[in-house]
């Protein structure tokens, strides 16, 4: 089977928004509780999360921190809207009144210099296609003494629930591979974050991991949980037809294999780092 992966469009991440939708799976909670827990620890006033997708970070921030604003930033329109939408309808109104989203990109961000206390970014850094300039602009609109909080993965050995998607889908799935330009995401190591961190004026003070393993008794629980870990992977999965779906599914369980208790589950590990990134 065939996809067009054209990864740095806006009509991609519009794709892949309209493919995750909303809601998140319990380790994409827990991952989104982990940023949250490290962001109120420095009890932000305004937060700008870049890369928002459907929200359920800003969400997050906006209940757990209620003297933030938080406003939300992405680049697709498809999720902006979506987001926009659920905050609308889903959340209480002291949430709902201190959220906003708007379109845009990273490498260019629409605001005035200092503005923010804190800057998130979930499943988001590596996506970019000029990171450093992404966090150039991080350091420009964060206030002295502001933070950037950036996830980023786990070595690969100890991310099975991601490196398992691209063991089933990269051989089946022509055209499922990103261009030579993009950063894969376990290219963005803790010492490349470090690294270009520093190189941004935002050296790290501080980085926690964290680890969860994804729970999977069948491969549809698998790709579930694929839809909130891993967008452009799920969205890859979610446009094939039914019969090839089945023979993906097939593919799941033999690669999975080793990974299943006596009853057939599978315990799939994945972990992840949170860096702060301080600005003088
Ligand atoms: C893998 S998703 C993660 C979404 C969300 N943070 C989450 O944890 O579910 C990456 C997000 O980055 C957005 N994105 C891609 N390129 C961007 C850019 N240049 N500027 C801002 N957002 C961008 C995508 O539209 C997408 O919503």
């Not at 909670?29 to 359920?56: C, F, K, W, Y």
């Amino acid at each position: 089977m065939d996809i067009e992966l054209d990864y740095f469009s806006q009509q991609h991440w519009n794709r892949v928004a309209e493919a995750r939708g909303t809601g998140s799976c319990d380790v994409g909670a827990e991952l989104a509780a982990s940023l949250v827990a490290t962001v109120a620890e420095a009890a932000p006033r305004s937060v700008l999360d870049i890369g928002s997708g459907n929200g359920a970070l800003a969400t997050a921030l906006a209940t757990a921190i209620p003297a933030a604003r938080v406003h939300g930033l992405d680049y697709s329109d498809a999720a902006v809207r979506l987001a926009t939408e659920t905050a609308r309808t889903q959340a209480a109104p002291e949430v709902r009144d201190r959220l906003s989203y708007s379109v845009g990109s990273a490498m260019e961000l629409p605001y005035e210099d200092g503005l923010f206390d804190a800057v998130t970014m979930l499943k988001t850094a590596w996506v970019l296609p000029d990171l450093p300039a992404a966090l150039a602009e991080c350091h420009r609109v964060l206030r002295p003494g502001g933070r950037l909080f950036l996830q980023s993965w786990c070595e690969p050995g100890e991310c099975v629930a991601l490196t398992l998607s691209g063991a089933v889908l990269g051989s089946a799935i022509n055209g499922f591979e990103l261009p030579d330009e993009a950063m894969a995401p376990f290219e963005l190591t803790a010492d490349l974050v470090t690294a270009e961190l520093a190189r941004a004026g935002l050296p790290v003070t501080d980085r926690r991991t964290f680890s969860r393993d994804v729970v999977a008794g069948t491969a549809a629980e698998y790709w579930e949980n694929l839809r909130s870990l891993a967008g452009t992977a799920y969205w890859a999965f979610a446009v094939q037809p039914p019969e090839f779906k089945a023979a993906l599914d097939a593919s799941w369980e033999e690669l999975s294999a080793e990974h299943a208790d006596p009853d057939g589950v599978r315990r799939l590990p994945l972990g992840w780092h949170v860096s702060v990134g301080g600005r003088d």
